[in-house]
């Protein structure tokens, strides 16, 4: 079973300039998430899918980011513009239902390393 | 709000030993779950050990086990006959069973950076 997919793996912008990340979650997994990794910390949530809906984007900076899933599958992460700040490790995870009884394991992707020079 | 410490940044251990990697938290809910994920420098996150508050035996998986102490809030990863693969960052996580919108979110600490020496 093929896990979960994210591109580009390495991506290196000048700030002020637009940028994007895609992530493929796993087959029927309805729950996707992104998640902000600094270098040397832990991944910190920007937002949460349930499908189609964000239920969870209160630590995602609106000014500047943008995140959508339209047909409740692949999902999109958007920095526009992006600061130097913004250097970081983009994580996307998945995992089945998270409001069904018990937790769900989050499957996460290898991530996209964003370089902002 | 929880959250998540880890106090040692680094750790290292001989191939074959024994390592114990310390976390503590915070949090005023009584149903949540734990967990240890591991991450090589390959930056794939991989669950190694998660632990249900409600259940006061020690989680375990193969090499790996935990130390849970409700009461003290700590939640420590026991690494047995240590191997050159278990090089990574550990990092201790935290997710609330409470529902809500928060119900899926996981919590990270800080991190530890684990090196085993051949």
């Known amino acids: 079973e093929a896990g979960v997919v994210q591109s580009p793996r390495y991506k290196i912008i000048e700030k002020k300039q637009p940028v994007a990340f895609w992530c493929n979650p796993i087959?029927?997994?309805?729950?996707l998430y992104w998640y902000l990794q600094n270098l040397g910390q832990g991944p910190e949530l920007l937002i949460r899918?349930?499908?189609?809906?964000?239920?969870?984007d209160s630590q995602l900076p609106k000014d500047r980011f943008s995140a959508e899933r339209l047909k409740g599958v692949d999902s999109t992460l958007k920095i526009q513009p992006a600061e130097l700040g913004d250097s970081a490790v983009y994580l996307c995870?998945?995992?089945?239902?998270?409001?069904?009884?018990?937790?769900?394991?989050?499957?996460f992707g290898p991530g996209t390393r964003l370089t902002v020079l | 709000a929880q959250t998540v410490t880890q106090s040692q940044p680094e750790m290292s251990v001989q191939e074959a030993e024994t390592v114990t990697l310390s976390c503590t938290y915070d949090?005023?809910?009584?149903?949540?779950?734990l967990f240890w994920y591991k991450q090589p420098p390959s930056r794939q996150m991989i669950l190694v050990i998660r632990?249900?508050?409600?259940?006061?035996q020690n989680a375990t998986e193969n090499r790996f086990s935990v130390n849970f102490q409700k009461a003290a809030k700590s939640f420590s990863l026991k690494i047995s006959d240590s191997q050159l693969g278990d090089t990574a960052m550990y990092f201790c996580?935290?997710?609330?069973?409470?529902?809500?919108?928060?119900?899926?979110?996981?919590?990270f600490g800080q991190g530890t950076i684990l090196t085993v020496h051949p």
């Open positions: 899918y349930e499908n189609e809906e964000a239920v969870d």
């Open positions: 087959s029927g997994h309805n729950t």
């Open positions: 995870a998945s995992s089945l239902d998270a409001v069904a009884s018990g937790y769900n394991e989050q499957f």
């Open positions: 632990q249900e508050a409600y259940k006061q």
């Open positions: 949090t005023s809910e009584n149903n949540y779950y």
């Open positions: 996580a935290f997710a609330t069973n409470a529902g809500g919108t928060s119900y899926g979110k996981l919590t």
